[in-house]
């Protein structure tokens, strides 16, 4: 970028010029030219050093940092909500499946489970009436849930070290955090006299027929399949 008398060392307009394109908009087509000619373009390394030294110190507006996930909007902020509004927000969440696609090794399963005919419901809401919820993967009547559970988000401990950090945008958590989150899942659904079965991604995609035979194994145990 060019320097003229109203740019600094960096390429910034100094404060008090009035740039004339201010509250102008690009039209499409201008902004399809602008995208063509941006094509194949790379960016040098005199050019990235200039960019971090000018953003250096620099930090985004809270809308901007909400809309990135960075914070969330009403971080800090309470009494914002009544206590019927958060009763509903708990019951409304309570109906959305999370994730909104099947995983890989979710499909595996459940395609192996329809082959044999057993009949399930995918991501089923459990909830106790208290504030407690929790969607398991795959539900078999009359108790079983099964959790299928991926090696890098449920942090396999055959893989990882309990103060491992695993990126959950915008959060980081260790190991050892997912580990007693799930084994308090785990004592929540016992309690509620559901039985748990967890598998893991890096056994399914090993040897998934012997998942699939501990899993019927583990069916055969309930009365119903017995």
């Avoid at 960096?10 to 690009?26: D, E, P, S």
């Avoid at 395609?111 to 459990?126: A, D, P």
């Avoid at 919820?133 to 990882?160: M, R, S, T």
């Avoid at 989150?181 to 309690?191: A, F, M, S, V």
Wanted: net charge positive.
């Amino acid at each position: 970028m060019s320097q003229g008398n109203n740019r600094d060392e960096y390429g910034r307009f100094v404060l008090g010029h009035q740039n004339i394109r201010k509250g102008t908009k690009n039209t499409k087509e201008h902004c399809r030219k602008i995208s063509l000619g941006k094509m194949g373009h790379e960016v040098s390394k005199e050019q990235r050093e200039r960019h971090s030294k000018l953003m250096k110190g620099r930090r985004c507006s809270p809308k901007t940092e909400f809309k990135k996930g960075i914070i969330p909007w009403n971080k800090g902020k309470t009494g914002i909500y009544t206590n019927d509004i958060i009763e509903a927000q708990k019951k409304l969440r309570s109906t959305q499946i999370f994730p909104y696609r099947d995983t890989i090794i979710e499909k595996v399963i459940q395609n192996e489970l329809s082959i044999r005919n057993i009949k399930f419901e995918k991501h089923k809401s459990l909830k106790d009436g208290h504030g407690f919820y929790h969607q398991v993967d795959i539900f078999i009547e009359p108790n079983i849930c099964v959790e299928i559970d991926g090696d890098y988000w449920h942090a396999n401990p055959l893989k990882y070290n309990p103060y491992f950090k695993i990126f959950k945008n915008p959060k980081i958590i260790y190991a050892i955090d997912i580990w007693e989150k799930d084994r308090k899942t785990n004592q929540k659904l016992t309690t509620l006299g559901y039985k748990i079965i967890r598998l893991w991604e890096s056994d399914i995609k090993k040897d998934v027929s012997n998942v699939i035979n501990y899993l019927i194994k583990n069916l055969n145990k309930v009365e119903r399949f017995g």
